[in-house]
C-alpha cells in the first residue's frame, strides 16, 4: 500500500496541480453526480480545461479527483481572476481544500491577480463563507453586491451576487505543480 493510501483511511493529502483537458470528464462527472453546482456540458469542462488551464486547479487524493475551480482571466478586467465554479467531493468537505484550491488557483496566476471575483446565490452559505475566509485570511476587503438578476435567466434562476476580493498580494503556495 502506497503512503498516500495509508493516510486516506486517516488523513487525505490531497495533491493540487494545474488542470489538463483529461480532468474535463472528471469534474463533469463530479458536478453531475454531488449536485449543488450547476452542471455544465461535458464539452465546457474539457474545453477550460484546454484554453483556461492557467485558471483551473485540480485537487486529487490518491488519483481520485477530491476538488476543483475553473475560472478565467476577464478581457475587461485583466487585473481579476473569475471562479466560475469551485466544486469540492462530499467526503473532501469542511476539511480546507475549497480555501486551499483558491489559494493555489491565486499562486498559479502570471501576472498575478489583484482581484479574485466569483458569483454566489443569495442561499448558498457555504460559498459566502469560503469567499468571505479567503478575504480574511488575505486580510483584504471582500465587496458583496448584487450583479446578476434572476430576471436575465431564461429558466428558473437565482439571482447571483458578485463578490470581489482584493485588493490581494502575492502569498506563495508550494504545493501547486505547474506541470
Ligand atoms: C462550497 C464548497 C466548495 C466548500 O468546500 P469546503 O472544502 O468544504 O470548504 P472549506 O473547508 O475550505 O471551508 C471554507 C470556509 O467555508 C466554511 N464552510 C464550508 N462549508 C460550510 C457549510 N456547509 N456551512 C457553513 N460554512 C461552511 C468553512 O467553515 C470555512 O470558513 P471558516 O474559515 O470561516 O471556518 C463545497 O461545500 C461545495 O463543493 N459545495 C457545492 C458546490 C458549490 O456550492 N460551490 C460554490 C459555488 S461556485
Redesign the pocket.
Known sequence: MSRNAANAHTHPVPQFRQARPEDGAAMWAL?KE????ELNSAYFYVLFCTDFSDSCVVAEVDGRLA?FVVGHRPPKRPDAIF????????W???????????EALLDQQNPPARWLE????PD???????F???A??RQTGCEERAFLGADLFPVSHEAEDLFRIGPLTSNSSPEVDPS
Open positions: 458536478v454531488m449536485g449543488g453546482l476538488g471562479v466560475w465554479q469551485v466544486g469540492v467531493a462530499p473532501m468537505r469542511r476539511q480546507g481544500l475549497a480555501g486551499r484550491l483558491l466569483a458569483t454566489v446565490t448558498n452559505q457555504p460559498s459566502r463563507s469560503l468571505r475566509a479567503l480574511r485570511n
